[in-house]
């Protein structure tokens, strides 16, 4: 077990390299200590402006309510309370993932500290890559309504074609029948002209499109 003055040294070892933001408030929320870049995310310069000042001093008001509940929870409970937040930061947006642990001294909960992560990157990359996933998604959707609607055009091009070339079929064993008059043959190669006629309009069409 650590002393409270290993502990204290730990904390300060922390908070001068870690890559983290961390904060310490006690138990009413005042601030204690913070690193150094904490207080630029709030338009501050320098710890001494955030030390001793109340969170509802120095958080925005988008932040505020859920921060401060977190706080409440995580003494009731003496459990971590961990969420994502957004902090506008500089005309940008910054993701952190937060967590808020009580801060335990001589057996009793004095304080919260705070841990915040930056994580933009990796939510950056997260929405870009569930974009693409939406994206051939879309294509793979595009995909299978080509496909159904080629299905649906082979199977009219075929009863389009096979009508006429059925009637074609018919009529020309019908000209082999020598029984037929003239004026009958005739009238049989006309309709087999018009019916080769209305195939080539048919074929043109589907070439065309």
């Not at 309370?81 to 057996?107: D, G, L, W």
């Amino acid at each position: 077990m650590l002393t409270e003055t290993q502990k204290e040294t730990l904390l300060d070892y922390i908070l001068e390299n870690s890559q983290d933001i961390i904060t310490l408030t006690d138990t009413h929320f005042n601030y204690i200590t913070c690193s150094r870049i904490f207080p630029r995310l709030f338009n501050f310069h320098h710890e001494s402006e955030i030390i001793g000042k109340n969170i509802e001093q120095i958080l925005p008001d988008y932040l505020l309510k859920s921060i401060s509940k977190k706080f409440y929870k995580t003494i009731e409970t003496r459990e971590p309370q961990e969420s994502v937040i957004e902090v506008k930061y500089q005309n940008k947006s910054k993701i952190f993932n937060h967590v808020s642990i009580p801060f335990v001294k001589n057996c009793e909960i004095t304080g919260v500290l705070s841990v915040f992560k930056d994580i933009t990157t990796e939510e950056n990359l997260k929405c870009e890559l569930l974009e693409k996933i939406n994206q051939l998604k879309t294509l793979l959707d595009n995909e299978k309504n080509l496909k159904a609607q080629k299905e649906i055009f082979l199977v009219t091009l075929t009863h389009d074609l096979k009508n006429p070339v059925q009637s074609q079929t018919m009529a020309l064993k019908m000209l082999k029948d020598d029984n037929l008059d003239r004026d009958t043959k005739i009238q049989i190669i006309d309709t087999l002209i018009e019916s080769s006629l209305h195939m080539n309009l048919m074929l043109n069409s589907i070439i065309q499109t």
